[in-house]
T-cell receptor, first 116, second 116 residues
Framework: GAVVSQHPSWVICKSGTSVKIECRSL??????MFWYRQFPKQSLMLMAT?????????EQGVEKDKFLINHASLTLSTLTVTSAHPEDSSFYIC????????????FGEGSRLTVL | AQSVTQPDIHITVSEGASLELRCNYS??????LFWYVQSPGQGLQLLLK??????LVQGIKGFEAEFKRSQSSFNLRKPSVHWSDAAEYFC??????????????FGAGTRLAVHP
């Protein structure tokens, strides 16, 4: 099956710094990737849709200047949490779909961000 | 409004017992339905999906789910649970098109514990 990989799996940073999380499709090309945020013991919340070669589409209430998304290639999307604060601490998960769309989303392993 | 409800936040079953996880949805059009499983600290893995046709769908790891339009439900079942099935289970609903993108709406999740 299609494999999506995230890096890093864990990251701890100081408040005010920026953190970049990478999402890679290892064995397929992904024109569209999705970034989700998951709070402890809660469901996934779609943050934004990352489109290769164009601007990301953000969900309502998600600060685009806080969560910068770049989808520079067909296999890589990055999420940068800028000027991170403790309330940004969360589990971030990316997903991607095949082209043509089979309906299935393939999820990365997730990245746990802790902001001190 | 589109939504997914998983009424059971936490379920505990004995190993070898049968399992049913409930999922109800509210969706304006014909829904496409999914069940995902998440192990602690991991991403999500697709168990099964329903797009059309036979309302009883088979998935991986011995799971099945039945779509009941009249009840707006898509309950997940397994006849005999194994200790390795302990995880978080998410029901999701969304649109699907070959050219579109998968903006899935997730339920809150059901945490399954398995007693030996």
């Amino acid at each position: 099956g299609a494999v999506v990989s995230q890096h890093p799996s864990w990251v701890i940073c100081k408040s005010g710094t920026s953190v970049k999380i990478e999402c890679r499709s290892l064995d397929f090309q992904a024109t569209t990737m999705f970034w989700y945020r998951q709070f402890p013991k809660q469901s996934l919340m779609l943050m934004a849709t990352s489109n290769e070669g164009s601007k990301a589409t953000y969900e309502q209430g998600v600060e685009k200047d806080k969560f910068l998304i770049n989808h520079a290639s067909l296999t890589l999307s990055t999420l940068t949490v800028t000027s991170a604060h403790p309330e940004d601490s969360s589990f971030y998960i990316c997903s991607a779909r095949l082209q043509p769309n089979t309906g299935e989303l393939f999820f990365g392993e997730g990245s746990r961000l802790t902001v001190l | 409004a589109q939504s997914v409800t998983q009424p059971d936040i936490h379920i505990t079953v004995s190993e070898g017992a049968s399992l049913e996880l409930r999922c109800n949805y509210s969706y304006g059009a014909t829904p496409y339905l999914f069940w995902y499983v998440q192990s602690p600290g991991q991403g999500l893995q697709l168990l099964l999906k329903y797009f059309s046709g036979d309302t009883l769908v088979q998935g991986i790891k011995g799971f099945e789910a039945e779509f009941k339009r009249s009840q707006s439900s898509f309950n997940l079942r397994k006849p005999s649970v194994h200790w390795s099935d302990a995880a978080e289970y998410f029901c999701a609903v969304g649109p699907f098109s070959t050219g579109g993108y998968n903006k899935l709406i997730f339920g809150a999740g059901t945490r399954l514990a398995v007693h030996p």
